[in-house]
């Protein structure tokens, strides 16, 4: 999407939802895909829908997804989290009262603004690395069916070679299957890989990174089911596994923590409760520089 067709949307979505018109292009709906549906007062998927509609009907080439729909921290500011084109996802703010809305990212502030969310990161039981008291934490969010979570993972390898006093968590979060059609499928297997052989976990996530271009959703068990076997693992008792409802509840509590630290992109990683998006485009140097100074401020 180009700068121009961001400030056009921005400028676009300075009004209410509500007043939205409804002339649709040629194209089905998008579906949302939240956990649970819009609260009372907040805008609907099909107010969202129509209003994107209304506003880039003109260019066929554009397909967008209401990701969520929730109240943001501030009173009386709705959260709409857009992807448009399977890009990383927008998040819009909407103010219902001014008739306004505006583009950007909540983000912690105040003396010890980490301290909420290390808080929370204590309930991550995903796989992990490192010290068992290690000197801070690196949480991330990850779904294994995303490009940029393959791009982060030898980054966060190297992370925990580099920075040995960190402990690095593995947490499931695969996507809606709109955008990733077999991620959750992943998630439920490597779940299970983790509960059968934590070590062999992590040759096996590697494994599925590396094979995403050969996955399809039709083939997913077989080519999973393979991935296991070159990982070291039993495959028919990982695929027994991933069927039980236990796992699927274990993989959606993972995503409802994340949701509950306002994830809904990944890969997104917490560094002494600090998110950092976008980090396999950060430099080296920088991201280093990063962890050693969370480590120097731990706690803070």
């Not at 040629?26 to 907040?42: C, E, M």
């Not at 989290?81 to 990212?105: K, L, M």
């Amino acid at each position: 999407m180009t700068k121009t067709n961001i400030l056009a949307f921005i400028l676009v979505l300075a009004a209410t939802v509500a007043s939205a018109q409804t002339t649709a292009p040629a194209r089905p709906a998008n579906t949302f895909n939240a956990t649970t549906p819009p609260k009372a007062g907040l805008p609907t998927p099909e107010e969202i829908d129509s209003y994107m509609k209304r506003s880039f009907g003109y260019d066929p080439s554009l397909i967008w997804q209401v990701i969520d729909i929730k109240e943001s921290t501030v009173p009386g500011v709705a959260e709409v989290v857009v992807s448009i084109n399977r890009n990383e996802p927008y998040h819009f703010f909407f103010v219902a009262s001014a008739q306004t809305a505006f583009v950007g990212q909540e983000v912690p502030f105040g003396p010890n603004p980490y301290a909420p969310a290390r808080t929370k990161l204590q309930a991550a039981t995903g796989p992990s690395r490192g010290p068992e008291k290690p000197a801070i934490q690196i949480v991330e969010f990850s779904d294994l069916e995303c490009p940029h979570c393959k791009a982060a993972q030898p980054i966060l390898e190297k992370l925990v070679t580099d920075f040995p006093q960190a402990r690095y968590t593995f947490q499931q979060f695969p996507l809606p299957a709109t955008l990733h059609p077999w991620a959750l499928k992943a998630a439920e297997y490597a779940d299970c890989a983790a509960q059968s052989d934590k070590a062999a976990f992590w040759k096996y996530i590697d494994a599925i990174f590396e094979s995403q271009n050969s996955i399809a959703l039709a083939t997913a068990d077989d080519k999973l089911k393979e991935l296991a076997t070159s990982s070291g693992l039993d495959a028919n008792k990982i695929a027994a596994c991933a069927a039980l409802p236990a796992t699927e509840a274990r993989v959606n509590k993972s995503k409802e923590l994340g949701e509950s630290l306002g994830i809904n992109q990944t890969p997104s990683v917490f560094i002494n409760g600090r998110l950092v998006l976008g980090i396999s485009s950060i430099p080296e140097a920088t991201l280093k520089s990063m962890v050693q100074f969370e480590i120097d401020h731990a706690g803070k």
